[in-house]
């Protein structure tokens, strides 16, 4: 943990901004890799591994094991030299006018719902101050930080993104496929709306309906009831893994999605996140865009794959 990241920090467990002080540091190379932050009423969350976290143990929503076990069942990441493929990626859902890098440059960024870190990686590619990087699981945080390699423009934390112990002091958030997997997906907004200063700006994209395979959801009925690990197995199995070099036993997905379009229920598009993430839902476009009007943003861009930025007002 760098020393800028405390100063960002709130006790997610009081009103306001209550701030934080860290106790018991262990510090090496410059950062601090283990002690904890402690609030003026005494709540204390640990720094473990050098990222604070703000979740501890199993966690209200049943822990970091289901998305654990889905960072893990990823190849790994190298992000170097793909900074203009992100980028196209990154503008697709964002439509921000004129070039990336003037959103970026100089600013201090929120990633919330990171995984394994790669837009975390091209906000400091593209020149930003300060990233912080939030994730419920250790997981991808583990490996968002790995791909950052140690950049120190990037930081790291483990938190609810329902409740982010985050300051106002952000000048531009994101979070592209993330909320459709919270309890309530509006308030994830109006979270991360909350860390953001007068003036600083949002881009959001989730599920859109009937994005997702049809077959998914009769699945999940049963798959919800199954233990992870078995699974994913199942996945790797039948050839749905995310990774290419685990070789399927019986190559069903890829015979699956040869079919393309005659596979009306979509069951080449089976993965092991739609059949485990405990939840999982797909929202329209209108949907977002009364969020964005109850946070009080100001719509700049939208797009038909269900995503959107805006702007909240100066004053």
Not at 276 to 295: G, I, K, M, N, Y
């Amino acid at each position: 943990m760098k020393p800028w990241l405390p100063p960002l920090l709130r006790c997610p467990s009081c009103p306001g901004e209550s701030p934080l002080t860290l106790e018991s540091p262990e510090p090496h190379d410059g950062e601090v890799t283990s002690g904890r932050l402690v609030c003026a009423a005494g709540h204390a969350f640990p720094v473990v591994d050098a990222i604070p976290d703000f979740v501890g143990g199993e966690g209200a929503a049943g822990g970091s094991a289901v998305y654990d076990a889905l960072w893990d069942a990823h190849a790994r990441q190298r992000y170097e030299g793909r900074a203009a493929e992100y980028a196209e990626k990154f503008q697709a859902f964002a439509g921000l006018p004129g070039p990336l890098e003037t959103w970026f440059t100089g600013r201090t960024v929120l990633d919330a719902g990171c995984g394994e870190g790669r837009f975390t990686w091209l906000a400091a590619a593209l020149g930003a101050a300060r990233v912080v990087a939030v994730d419920y699981s250790r997981e991808a945080l583990r490996r968002a930080m790995a791909a950052a390699s140690g950049a120190p423009a990037c930081e790291f934390v483990r938190a609810d993104i329902l409740n982010l112990p985050l300051r106002r002091v952000f000048d531009y958030a994101f979070s592209l496929g993330v909320l459709h997997h919270t309890p309530d997906s509006a308030r994830g907004f109006q979270s991360i709306v909350g860390c953001l200063r007068p003036g600083g700006h949002v881009t959001l994209f989730v599920y859109r309906p009937w994005s997702l395979p049809w077959v998914v959801w009769p699945l999940r009925r049963l798959t919800r009831r199954m233990d992870p690990a078995r699974v994913l197995r199942l996945c790797d199995a039948l050839g749905f893994g995310y990774d290419a070099a685990r070789p399927a036993t019986v190559p069903l997905g890829r015979l699956l999605r040869r079919l393309g379009r005659l596979d009306v229920l979509g069951v080449g598009r089976i993965t092991f996140e739609g059949l485990t993430t405990p939840d999982l839902r797909e929202h329209s476009l209108a949907e977002v865009l009364d969020w964005f009007s109850d946070a009080g943003v100001e719509l700049v861009s939208s797009t038909p794959m269900v995503s959107a930025s805006g702007r909240l007002p100066d004053v």
